[in-house]
């Protein structure tokens, strides 16, 4: 309940301080519990030189697509935050194994150009981190080389052995790589040396490359690439004790180095080995790995109540909200291909992931519903503006990859069109979570209902409480019948309409924050969501 109190506390604050501060003045600790990030894959997004990579003065001429900076205007995504994968040199299309943590990858551009997108992306208050590949290097890395070659002092940044060990990997991959008469470990690849963090001075470097990127060029935090992989213990390699330690220590490097900045891990295991990280101060956020599979599979099965005890599942794991909540990512198989391409179960999907407790990301295409299934170049296809050659991502003859064939018919130029579009829903349903701290920051209270397919969720807040309502099922539910317990909201509330459509009823709670058989709305349409306020 920590994090309520502070929101308590911070509106207070706010209220207090006439006029209210601009975005850049406010001084929160926690900037990030406000914001819905998009991620975006560099190459991808839009090509400005006709190249047929993507590059960072192409996604600075789209920015106006993903937030305008207008409050005023309808036309924009309203996303606050950015990830950009990753922007270092590096050998490889991804980008995941980087040769020099100075340089940008000449293809997108020059350390200039993405200066001045990001100062185009501050301006339109969206702030922007970056993917952050530390666990190993590229094998192009100076320091490896100078490694290989046992040149002093880099001789331990990475890990040796002189016979092979001989274990496998978590994933039963092979982890021992031969060079010379030696071997060193990487836990990915032969091309992904780990570095070695029992070293002091690898950690120093990277603090070093850390404050550089969030001091001397701006950026407003990172996104940890395989943070469970630090620091191995033997055949023990992922979150080991030693890893947790030394994010810990890591955590509070960056903090004296930028207070603000936000560092989001992936560590990709099940629930009980995600939370250490956030819980005990590692990470502000984990990316919940959990609830976007339960997510995917709860609509494709069209069980909301399942959905439901998931979600206090991991609001009773985290502290509350304290997660990145997602449907799939640049490894996954893209949420509308395993969603099996339907636009009514991309939208619930959307109004789970917009309306959840934590900071939401949407995956770069997820609003117009691109497709893609392994492998991975095939999670990654350009962007899809337009109908025309290459779906508009560049004006050159040769993109880097094919487009998905669907272009023609799928693509943000078409979507911006219909008011009924995926791409509508993303940007009503941004704007709707903006508008309504409920949704932001308020507590989750489950809430029982009397029809599985019907997904069901009070958020409470100072000043008001929300109630989401999603119908995970092909025909509509009449007079859903509803009850919770201990909401500490309590007497008579005003219902009103802030998505979708239904006649709402008045609600009145039990001294005890508890409500019994209530029925919110006459009717919730096949796969519609219909989201009350209460005051
Ligand atoms: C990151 C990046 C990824 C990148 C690398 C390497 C790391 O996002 O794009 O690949 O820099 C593991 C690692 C992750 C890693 C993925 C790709 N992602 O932990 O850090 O591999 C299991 C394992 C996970 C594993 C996952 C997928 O536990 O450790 O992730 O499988 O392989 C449930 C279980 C959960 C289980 C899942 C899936 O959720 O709870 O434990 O996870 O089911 O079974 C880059 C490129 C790639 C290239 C690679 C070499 O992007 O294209 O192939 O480099
Ligand atoms: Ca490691």
Redesign the pocket.
């Known amino acids: 309940m920590r994090r309520w109190r502070v929101m308590l506390a911070l509106a207070v604050l706010l209220a207090a301080c006439v006029p209210q501060p601009a975005w850049t003045d406010v001084k929160s600790e926690r900037w990030w519990d406000d914001a819905v990030f998009y991620q975006v894959f560099v190459r991808s997004f839009s090509d400005s030189n006709g190249d047929g990579v993507g590059d960072f003065d192409g996604l600075t001429a789209k920015l106006d697509y993903l937030n305008d900076g207008n409050p005023e205007t309808e036309t924009d995504l309203g996303v606050t935050g950015i990830w950009l994968m990753p922007i270092f040199d590096s050998p ?1 299309y ?1 980008g ?2 980087v040769a020099d943590y100075y340089t940008t990858n000449v293809q997108y551009g020059s350390l200039d150009s993405f200066k001045a997108f990001l100062a185009a992306a501050h301006e339109r208050g969206i702030r922007v981190i970056i993917d952050f ?1 530390i ?2 290097t590229s094998v192009r890395h100076e320091w490896f080389r100078a490694s290989e070659d046992q040149t002093a002092p880099y001789g331990d940044y990475y890990i040796w052995q002189e016979d092979n060990p001989d274990y496998n990997g ?2 039963g991959q092979e982890v021992w790589h031969p060079s010379g008469d030696r071997y060193y470990y990487g836990v ?2 032969a091309e ?1 040396p780990d570095l070695n963090y029992t070293n002091p001075a690898v950690t120093e470097e990277i603090e070093q490359v850390s404050a550089f990127w969030l001091n001397e060029v701006g950026v407003d935090g990172f996104r940890m ?5 630090m620091i191995e213990e033997g055949q023990q390699q ?1 979150n080991t004790d030693a890893t947790h330690a030394w994010w810990k220590e890591y955590r509070a490097a960056l903090a004296a180095a930028s207070p603000d900045a936000l560092v989001v891990g ?1 560590v ?3 629930t009980a080995e995600m939370t250490p990280y956030v819980n005990n101060g590692e990470m502000d956020l984990v990316f919940n ?2 609830l976007a ?1 339960e997510i995917i599979s709860s609509v494709v099965a069209g069980d909301g109540r399942r959905l439901g005890r998931a979600i206090e599942s991991q609001e009773r794991a985290f502290d509350p909200g304290n997660y990145a909540p997602f449907l799939s ?3 996954q198989t893209r949420s509308m291909s395993r969603l099996g391409d339907g636009w009514n179960r991309a939208k619930a999907a959307a109004t789970l992931l917009l309306t959840s407790p934590g900071t939401p990301f949407i995956y770069y295409g997820e609003e117009i519903g691109m497709t893609g299934d392994k492998p ?1 170049p095939n999670l990654r296809t350009p962007m899809q503006w337009n109908g025309e050659q290459h779906a508009g991502f560049t004006t050159g003859n040769l993109p880097w990859s094919r487009v998905q064939s669907n272009y023609t018919e799928r693509n943000v130029d078409l979507q911006n069109a219909d008011p009924d579009s995926l791409l509508s829903h993303y940007r009503t349903l941004i704007r709707v979570r903006g508008e309504h701290h409920a949704l932001r920051s308020g507590l989750f209270v489950p809430v029982t209902g009397d029809n599985n397919r019907l997904f069901a969720m009070l958020r409470v807040a100072e000043g008001e409480s929300v109630l989401v309502l999603v119908n995970l099922s092909d025909e509509p539910i009449s007079s859903p019948v509803l009850s919770w317990q201990g909401s500490g909201m309590k007497g008579t509330y005003q219902p009103r309409l802030i998505f979708g459509k239904a006649a709402a009823e008045v609600l009145t709670v039990a001294d005890d924050g508890s409500v019994n058989a209530f029925s919110p709305v006459g009717e919730v349409p096949a796969w519609g969501s219909v989201i009350i306020q209460y005051r």
């Open positions: 490889s991804h995941y194994d590949v666990n190993h978590p994933w990915f690849t992904m690439d395989g943070a469970k992989h992922e992936e990709w295991s099940p790995f959990s599979e990512n640049h490894d991975d």
